[in-house]
């Protein structure tokens, strides 16, 4: 594996061998309330994607067999829309689903969600995401998807705190 | 690529670079009809898989953000549950889905269908199959999968030619 820390805690390995990414971060939260911050529409807005960005959800059905859809803005404006249909969910475990975006119609990737439980009431997300070639994969790697990946998991951090304190 | 041709016209191919299987074929009839054959419920439980295999289906709905979800059944006995979701579908050209089956439920591929024109009235379908690693991939290899394969695009040939008759 080349493995880069893109922060003290995101870890982005790129397979020597095949064309998948996988992505790890570990959370101060209990694996039931990281999940319901991915499938709860209300909550998933709150973190996803870099802080400069809003996100405007038209589905969020994360069921086996179902779909999601939503628009990136900046300032009120959109700026990008992204898409996929979920393969499988098993509650507070996993999610299987595609990855795409209008603006770019021919690039999908596979991904898969996984939660693993840590001690002291932490969480460990884990996603490994595939798609059909390593050109595709180098063009992902390249998007600066790591920038809202970090801004985003910091806001998730937030969040995650602020249900703890609700708990 | 590996090339195994196992049939004279379905051939099926191992990138070996890549965890992915191409899969081609070329049907004797326009590419309006093959796409109806794959897309309604009532054509597609006519032809696909082995011939000694029933299909039930449950859910066919082939549009994006669409799932499909059957049982295969022989001799009235049902023998694996099949399913999947879509991501995208365009038309008379393409279809982006992921395919599974409950019997073994950590396997996924992500799969596009793409159909193209041919002179004559004919049309070329390919498959591009994409697994997370190379052993998933063996292991679609080694279940089998050619016989279905065979067999079921020989029903959609006659098929395809009771629908041009009908035409």
Known sequence: MNTSTTTPETVIEADPDVPTVRLVREFDAPRELVWRAHVEPELIKQWLGPHSIGMDIEVWDMRTGGEYRYTATR????????????????????????????????????????????????TRLEILSVVYDFESRAGMLASGMEVGVNEGYEALDALLARLKDQA
């Open 75 to 122: 300032e009120g404006e959109e700026i990008a829309h992204f898409y996929g249909s979920v393969h499988r969910v098993t509650d507070n475990e996993r999610i299987v689903q595609t990855f795409g975006f209008e603006e770019m119609p021919e690039a999908v990737s596979l991904d898969t969600l996984t939660l693993h439980d840590l001690p002291d009431g932490r």
